[in-house]
């Protein structure tokens, strides 16, 4: 498939790629409000979470091009190439929910 696309598109691609993995999420549920300091890195955002920005209208500028750019590798099954920062930054990032758990405690009095 790689042996398909011109020289100087794999590395105009390798390119963006590279780009593309420095960004992280800097607003929403996925920013750093939520996931200090700098919030979720775009390539670990789920692609139905991509998807809503792409039926809705990706961010202006660059932001919005690295998100797309992500999105067109998620869903064409190129995910695992993000598997390489993912793991120089620890594992993929848990975007489960933190469920806070409140424990009250009874004392019987004497």
Same mark, same amino acid.
């Not at 011109?6 to 992280?24: I, Q, S």
């Not at 869903?75 to 009250?104: M, P, Q, S």
């Given at each position: &498939? $790689? ?8 590395? $105009?691609?390798?390119? !963006? !790629?590279?780009? $593309?993995? &420095?960004?992280? &999420? ?7 409000? =939520? ?14 979470? !991509?998807?809503?920005?792409?039926? %809705?209208?990706?961010?202006? +500028?660059? !932001? +919005?091009? &690295? ?12 995910? =695992? ?7 120089? %930054? ?11 758990? %409140?424990?009250? =405690? ?5």
């Amino acid at each position: &498939m $790689a042996s398909d696309i011109p020289e100087g598109d794999v590395e $105009a691609f390798k390119y !963006l !790629l590279g780009e $593309a993995v &420095m960004w992280h &999420m800097p607003f929403g549920k996925y920013g750093p409000s =939520h996931y200090p300091p700098r919030g979720v890195p775009l390539y670990d955002l789920s692609v139905e979470y !991509l998807g809503w920005f792409k039926q %809705r209208g990706f961010p202006q +500028g660059k !932001l +919005g091009q &690295m998100m797309e750019l992500i999105y067109e590798a998620k869903i064409h099954g190129a995910d =695992h190439v993000f598997n390489e920062y993912r793991t120089r %930054r620890g594992g993929r990032t848990d975007l489960r929910e933190k469920k806070v758990v %409140r424990r009250h =405690h009874r004392f019987k009095e004497d």
